[in-house]
T-cell receptor, first 116, second 114 residues
Framework: GAVVSQHPSRVICKSGTSVKIECRSLDFQATTMFWYRQFPKKSLMLMATSNEGSKATYEQGVEKDKFLINHASLTLSTLTVTSAHPEDSSFYIC????????????FGDGTRLSIL | GDSVTQMEGPVTLSEEAFLTINCTYTATGYPSLFWYVQYPGEGLQLLLKATKADDKGSNKGFEATYRKETTSFHLEKGSVQVSDSAVYFCALSDSAGGSYIPTFGRGTSLIVHP
């Protein structure tokens, strides 16, 4: 089955640090990947759609200069949280799917980001 | 735009009880419908899906039927186990300009006691 790998699983760093999270599709090519932020009461917020070879599409209210997305190949998308602050602490999850209406999303295991 | 509404949690049940988690949706196109499950500290994984009206998705004793007339996709299980304790997300996939954008409900936490 389709597998998505997300790395790292946990990051603890100081305020002002930039943090890069990787999302890889291991056994399929993904022209589109999605990045989500999950809040403490479990709701999943779509942050952006990552498009291979072009700019990401950000959801309303998500700062594109704060959350940099790069999708340079068909198997890798990265999310960089620039100059992270404590309010950026959260659980970040990526997903990707095969092409087609009936294809489910395949999720990475998530990254727990804690900014001190 | 598209949206998914699912019942607020947490849902707390005793082992072997019957489970229903309600989910309704609105969509501009003809979406596929999904249920995902998230165990503590993990990402989401697909539980079941249905791609057209009256289809029933099933997996691990869970079932959900695609009801176009009521725009619903309720999740059911006849006898829950402690190991079913998790957060359940209802979702749809609808076409937007040629790509399929997922839309998720807010998630329903299920707690099963022995």
């Amino acid at each position: 089955g389709a597998v998505v790998s997300q790395h790292p699983s946990r990051v603890i760093c100081k305020s002002g640090t930039s943090v890069k999270i990787e999302c890889r599709s291991l056994d399929f090519q993904a022209t589109t990947m999605f990045w989500y932020r999950q809040f403490p009461k479990k709701s999943l917020m779509l942050m952006a759609t990552s498009n291979e070879g072009s700019k990401a599409t950000y959801e309303q209210g998500v700062e594109k200069d704060k959350f940099l997305i790069n999708h340079a190949s068909l198997t890798l998308s990265t999310l960089t949280v620039t100059s992270a602050h404590p309010e950026d602490s959260s659980f970040y999850i990526c997903s990707a799917s095969l092409q087609g209406r009936s294809q489910p999303q395949h999720f990475g295991d998530g990254t727990r980001l804690s900014i001190l | 735009g598209d949206s998914v509404t699912q019942m607020e949690g947490p849902v707390t049940l005793s082992e072997e009880a019957f489970l229903t988690i309600n989910c309704t949706y609105t969509a501009t196109g003809y979406p596929s419908l999904f249920w995902y499950v998230q165990y503590p500290g993990e990402g989401l994984q697909l539980l079941l899906k249905a791609t057209k009206a009256d289809d029933k998705g099933s997996n691990k004793g869970f079932e959900a039927t695609y009801r176009k007339e009521t725009t619903s996709f309720h999740l059911e299980k006849g006898s829950v186990q402690v190991s079913d304790s998790a957060v359940y997300f209802c979702a749809l996939s609808d076409s937007a300009g040629g790509s399929y954008i997922p839309t998720f409900g807010r998630g329903t936490s299920l707690i099963v006691h022995p």
